[in-house]
């Protein structure tokens, strides 16, 4: 059985004393759970006062992007061994905002800029290459921009996003390996994938898992979905067969609205 993950993708948000004081709200209300895995992710900044303050729960740490290499002259980024040793258990990979494509327009962002962020495939596949040896567990997101849904390319861009990310990894490596469908539309707009749709392509990925390694692998990954995922819509999505938690970004900087979505997990 596999169990809820709930992870709160902080972003851009809270310094390191907002995010101790959200993580310790939480805690108080939910830290002991362990039937559902509640995940935060507050900004490289945060990560120590938040795993200070979620410290003897059940609660676990997660950064939002790490660099592949364990050291050396890389300005500006973050190795593996430095997540770990602030107590990560988990790191995103490749969400839509680092790949760099945006679903709506966004003003204060040209195009220059959004060349900086536009991680690939590759650069994916060289990240997940350098976590999982040190049991860091990724949460590789995957999703299509509404161009492409519109187009019916939904599934050939998942599995070529999964395809590239995963590349000349074996199945016994990737047991720790979570996905996360994540349509680009639906990311921060309000707009949430129907539960049905969004069940159905959680199960398309499986079944890509299924077919370029095995069924046992492919039923042990949990799936998760997000993109405007609230207290309102949480039930309906998280109990779905084939969605075992979910990404939730504006909604976990709310300590009640997390909570309740924590509580929409079904007890697996
Ligand atoms: P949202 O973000 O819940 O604010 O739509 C989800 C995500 O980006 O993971």
Same mark, same amino acid.
């Given at each position: ?31 002991? +759970? ?5 995940? $935060?992710? *507050? ?7 938040? &795993? #200070?303050?979620?410290? !003897? ?71 997940? +290459? ?5 049991? $860091?567990? *990724? ?7 509404? &161009? #492409?849904?519109?187009? !019916? ?116």
């Amino acid at each position: 059985m596999r169990r809820p993950l709930i992870a709160g993708n902080w972003k851009m948000h809270l310094s390191p004393s907002e995010g101790a004081a959200l993580a310790t709200m939480l805690r108080q209300r939910i830290g002991m +759970r362990s039937d559902v895995e509640i995940l $935060l992710c *507050p900004a490289f900044v945060a990560l120590q006062a938040v &795993a #200070e303050a979620i410290r !003897g729960s059940e609660m676990k740490l997660g950064a939002q992007d790490v660099f592949w290499r364990d050291s050396g002259a890389f300005t500006g980024q973050i190795a593996p061994p430095m997540l770990m040793a602030v107590g990560c258990e988990y790191v995103i990979l490749g969400h839509s905002e680092t790949r760099g494509r945006f679903g709506v327009a966004d003003p204060d962002m040209d195009a220059r800029l959004l060349a900086y962020f536009s991680e690939t495939e590759a650069t994916l596949n060289r990240k997940l +290459r350098a976590v999982l040896p040190h049991g $860091l567990k *990724p949460i590789l997101c995957v999703g299509e921009t509404l &161009a #492409e849904r519109e187009a !019916g390319q939904t599934e050939q861009v998942i599995r070529t996003q999964i395809e590239g990310a995963l590349d000349g990894l074996a199945s016994d490596e990737l047991y720790e390996l979570v996905i996360a469908y994540e349509p680009v539309w639906a990311i921060g707009t309000g707009q949430v994938c129907d539960a049905d749709e969004a069940n159905r392509v959680c199960g398309f990925i499986r079944q890509t898992l299924r077919d370029r390694y095995d069924a046992e692998l492919a039923e042990f990954v949990r799936v998760l979905y997000g993109g405007s995922v609230k207290p309102s819509n949480a039930h309906a999505l998280l109990h779905q067969p084939e969605i075992d938690g979910a990404l939730v970004g504006g909604a976990s900087l709310d300590a009640k609205a997390f909570e309740q979505i924590c509580y929409c997990a079904p007890q697996r």
